[in-house]
């Protein structure tokens, strides 16, 4: 699930399918992203935090997929964050 707010507007919720996790590359689909929604948790069905939405390339047909990072990946990537700052569920 992804909690958008495309380009500040109102809140807009999207379900989809999780897709699969490529090095920390994750993708989604099944679900529309509006445009100005990078940044946009990607929530998991339990309600955690996975990762953080960057992308969205899915067709008025349903084809393609969105993408984001996992929050495994930012943390790896961060000078600040640390490995024990993600919370195992």
């Not at 699969?20 to 955690?48: F, M, P, R």
């Not at 929050?71 to 961060?78: G, W």
Request: charged share 20%; hydrophobic share 35%.
């Amino acid at each position: 699930m992804i909690i958008q707010h495309p380009r500040g507007g109102p809140k807009v919720v999207a379900e989809g399918d999780f897709l699969i996790d490529c090095d920390g590359q994750i993708s989604y689909g099944d679900l529309d992203t509006l445009v100005g929604s990078s940044g946009a948790g990607v929530i998991t069905q339990h309600g955690y935090l996975y990762g953080v939405h960057t992308d969205g390339d899915c067709a008025e047909d349903g084809s393609g997929a969105n993408t984001g990072w996992s929050a495994a990946r930012i943390v790896e990537a961060s000078a600040y964050l640390q490995p024990g700052d993600i919370a195992t569920r």
